[in-house]
């Protein structure tokens, strides 16, 4: 059995401050063998920047993304350079990066898939088409995907789509953590969203009187990251390497 965790949406400095201490400990007491992460709010001000990648990596594996991903101009190489810093993979065909790592851990292969859907989203391409090539090229039966998207009804339709046939389908993008974790078809883990790392009394980590202004007089406002306690949001899953069958899908809210 090989234990995944993963943290949904960091959010700032703060939010990185805080999911390093808690993946360190959980790493400890969970047996952590694979940690995933979404970083693309993780630079302060929201995007991922080198310096915030850079802090990802010294606690995680793999850092997956989504809108934000492009948003600071000095992270676009590393798209192409680092293996593990995954964009959505159904960006049209010629964007920098790509949205599929394998990583190689001896014994077995894991893959970690990105995808970003479309319902009140940018219009990219149809994530259900994507995840049907993508899954004809990969040869693991290890496959976790993180399905950052705006819309529940189009989460759950991937969960159900890709039910026995990839290990999880966690849910990011709306940084408010679900309680509906479950194992389909007594195979794939699924929750439309793990939640968010990061300031817990705040509107999605920015400070809320600067996010209440902003829907209260509907003018352009400069969003900061709030310094209020942080907490950390998401799931251990625990996986047979051998058939890729999730066992146990445990949701965490850790203050």
Known sequence: MINVLFAGDIVGSHGCNYAEKTVRMLKNTENIDIVIVNGE??????????KSMERLFSFADVITTGNHCFRRREILPFYESCDCLLRPANYPEGVTGKGVCILDKGAYSFAVINLMGTAFMEPLGNPFE???????????????????????????????????????????HT??????????????????DA?????????????????????????PVKFEESSESPFFCG?????????GKVHKIRRLQIR
Do not use: W
């Open 195 to 219: 939640g968010m790392c990061g300031a817990e009394l705040s509107v999605l980590g920015v400070k809320s009187e600067l996010a209440i202004e902003k829907q209260r007089f509907k003018c």
């Open 235 to 243: 799931v251990i899953l625990q996986i047979d390497e051998k058939c």
């Open 41 to 50: 709010n993780s630079a302060d001000g929201n995007g991922i920047t080198i």
């Open 175 to 192: 940084h408010v953590q679900t309680a509906d974790e479950i194992i389909l078809k007594e195979h794939t883990g699924y929750i439309t």
């Open 130 to 172: 994507s995840i049907d090539r993508l899954l004809s090229e990969i040869h693991t039966p290890n496959i976790f995907i993180d399905f950052h998207g705006e819309a529940t009804a189009e989460k759950k339709a991937m969960g159900f789509y890709l039910a026995g046939r990839v290990s999880a389908v966690i849910g990011t």
